[in-house]
């Protein structure tokens, strides 16, 4: 059974940090690239950010650079991903995502899919 379980989200406050985790099982976790999602109430699924299989490769959305890292633990089939200086745009539901391979084109369908954590950022 394939399995990507997140767990990390919460309620923070703007300006503040939170560490999401996503747990890998059922798959050769190191031969996927690994994804991180969101959605809002109201809006289209956003892809956040991207990390390769083995390349090192990393891509993240505009809304998100130089704030948000996205890193991963082969030894543990674990993805990450750091959130600092949260902005309330950021609330949504945070979703994993592996794809075989390399980081995918915008909207490419992933092979599979997390349950989500909610993110929410307010005072």
């Known amino acids: 059974q394939v399995q990507l379980v997140e767990s990390g989200g919460g309620l923070v406050q703007p300006g503040g940090s939170l560490r999401l985790s996503c747990a890998a099982s059922?798959?050769?976790?190191?031969?996927?690239?690994m994804g991180w999602f969101r959605q809002a109430p109201g809006k289209e699924r956003e892809g956040v950010s991207c990390i390769g299989s083995s390349d090192g490769s990393t891509y993240y959305a505009d809304s998100v650079k130089g704030r948000f890292t996205i890193s991963r633990d082969n030894a543990k089939n674990t993805v990450y991903l750091q959130m600092n200086s949260l902005k309330p745009e950021d609330t949504a539901v945070y979703y994993c995502?592996?794809?075989?391979?390399?980081?995918?084109?915008?909207?490419?369908?992933?092979?599979?899919w997390g349950q989500g954590t909610q993110v929410t950022v307010s005072s």
């Open positions: 059922g798959f050769s976790f190191d031969r996927f690239a």
């Open positions: 995502a592996a794809v075989s391979g390399s980081c995918p084109p915008p909207n490419y369908d992933y092979d599979y």
